[in-house]
């Protein structure tokens, strides 16, 4: 069956994978203002720069090949469908409850750009969500074109103003005042802050600071004042001045530009993991040798995606990428993250890094868990076009672990056949492992006293672990380490 993206809920169409394609069914009566709209200046300039999705209609006949499919049949009559077209497909979908601030930010960005620019060709931004935006690597990209629709000259509203304060503004505000993580506001609220959930977080001085009063505190003491009943706030201001109409709105963007860019999210440099980097336990010859291993790797197999779990900062992340893979990274840490697509839209490398713990990785959501696919649904190759063999080919060429494995084994206590076989299920030829032995200096100090949890586990029971899901092309010893590389080859199936 065809699986649903995140566009359904469009009355004008819906989007959906089919055989690794990612198609969008417009309705006929929507048909001309989305054509008319990717024939604007904005779309064209937008496209051509990669900040929107490519798109194309399909001819007569590939759109008659897919109503004679029986599982898209039920997308066809579900609504009047005049026209199918089909959008390039990113290359891994993520979520805001998966990014770090930084990219919430550059999400935001990017959607009051479109809005500006569609002003100019007579269209409006009739949608300011998050998830109208995916990333390919560090940059964000537009894929809604359908979001786009003919505006009234007169109109001085832009309708999704207080959409984008929900899902934009207020969530950078409490994660930078707060701390509170995205994954804890958009894994529970699909639409965002409401004005009232911050206005709680204020202290009283904190409620009269020239932004929170703006965002949060004004807003939440008119609600109390307007009456549930009050149609006043839905009915149309159109001006005979459409010069003014359009001075107000584009007033209006940029003072939603100085908020945004206010909020913008600064480097963390106290987080657990952050400086990781500068104390890790390594000297220098073993991180050299820990180097040049997976560069050797890396250079040998030519992975062409890239999973680099645990990535840290992503200094490996950055290996990977300079060898041309498409790298997504993850971590724990948001610090750790925020600095990785630092990096990388600095030096222009082909990273995606996301908030994510492998331990408790993002679940599915949405209605019927359909909207927002679980990470181990994209990573592992669940999620094309919702099915999967029984022990499907991951997502990736090539799976990093590094320094990972022994806070799985002790701080998450997975057994360690569980992380070998979920490495297995990642990785459709080439993991890149960090094994760490039990008399290690940081594997002690996790196990705090608890050494005898873990007193069989050494080199051997791990080589003989990943008997049935890899073979092992060649280890390393760390020089003045309890550590050792491993670069493993998955087999053609596993138990």
């Known amino acids: 069956m065809p699986q649903s993206a995140p566009s359904f809920r469009d009355p004008a169409g819906c989007c959906c994978f089919f055989n690794q394609r990612v198609l969008r069914f417009v309705t006929a009566s929507a048909i001309p203002e989305f054509e008319d709209f990717l024939q604007t200046n904005c779309a064209r300039q937008f496209i051509a720069r990669k900040r929107i999705v490519s798109t194309r209609r399909l001819n007569e006949n590939?759109?008659?090949?897919l109503r004679e499919s029986p599982e898209l049949q039920p997308v066809f009559d579900a609504q009047s469908i005049g026209a199918v077209f089909e959008h390039e497909r990113i290359p891994f979908p993520s979520y805001p409850h998966e990014w770090p601030p930084e990219m919430l930010w550059a999400a935001g960005r990017l959607t009051l750009e479109l809005a500006q620019a569609a002003l100019a060709d007579g269209f409006g931004l009739k949608d300011a969500n998050p998830r109208n935006v995916l990333f390919r690597g560090s940059e964000p990209v537009f894929i809604d074109a359908l979001s786009f629709e003919r505006r009234n000259p007169g109109d001085p509203i832009w309708k999704p103003h207080a959409q984008f304060v929900r899902t934009f503004l207020l969530p950078l505000l409490a994660s930078r005042r707060w701390?509170?993580?995205?994954?804890?506001?958009?894994m529970t609220r699909r639409d965002g802050l409401e004005p009232e959930d911050v206005y709680r977080?204020?202290?009283?001085?904190?409620?009269?600071?020239?932004?929170?009063?703006?965002?949060?505190?004004?807003?939440?003491w008119l609600s109390r004042r307007a009456g549930p009943d009050d149609q006043k706030i839905y009915q149309p201001h159109l001006l005979a001045n459409t010069?003014?109409?359009?001075f107000i709105l584009e007033s209006l963007f940029k003072r939603l530009e100085r908020t945004l860019d206010s909020l913008k999210p600064v480097a963390q440099k106290n987080s657990v993991w952050s400086d990781y980097m500068a104390t890790h336990s390594y000297d220098d010859p073993a991180f050299a040798a820990k180097e040049k291993f997976v560069s050797e790797a890396l250079r040998e197999f030519k992975p062409a995606r890239v999973l680099d779990a645990g990535a840290n900062t992503g200094h490996f992340s950055a290996l990977a990428a300079q060898t041309g893979a498409e790298v997504v990274a993850v971590d724990l840490d948001a610090a750790c993250v925020g600095a990785i697509w630092s990096r990388a839209r600095e030096k222009n490398l082909n990273i995606l890094p996301l908030v994510v713990n492998l331990a408790r990785p993002s679940p599915a959501l949405g209605w019927r868990n359909g909207e927002c696919p679980s990470f181990l649904d994209r990573a592992t190759g669940l999620h094309r076009d919702g099915a999967a063999s029984s022990a499907p080919a991951g997502a990736?060429?090539?799976?990093?672990?590094?320094?990972?494995?022994?806070?799985?084994?002790?701080?998450?206590?997975?057994?360690?056949e569980d992380i070998l076989r979920l490495c297995y299920e990642l990785s459709n030829w080439l993991l890149v492992m960090e094994f760490i032995d039990p008399k290690d200096e940081m594997f002690r100090r996790l196990t705090r006293g608890r050494e005898h949890l873990h007193a069989a586990l050494d080199m051997k029971m791990f080589e003989q672990a990943c008997t049935p899901y890899f073979e092992i092309v060649r280890s390393l010893a760390l020089p003045g380490t309890q550590r050792r590389m491993y670069c493993l080859k998955r087999k053609g199936d596993g138990n």
């Open 201 to 220: 977080l204020c202290g009283p001085l904190e409620k009269i600071k020239p932004r929170t009063l703006s965002l949060v505190s004004i807003p939440t």
């Open 179 to 186: 701390g509170l993580p995205l994954a804890e506001i958009f």
């Open 396 to 416: 990736f060429d090539g799976v990093l672990m590094l320094a990972l494995i022994h806070h799985l084994l002790v701080t998450e206590r997975i057994p360690l």
């Open 243 to 246: 010069e003014k109409a359009q």
């Open 62 to 65: 590939e759109t008659a090949a």
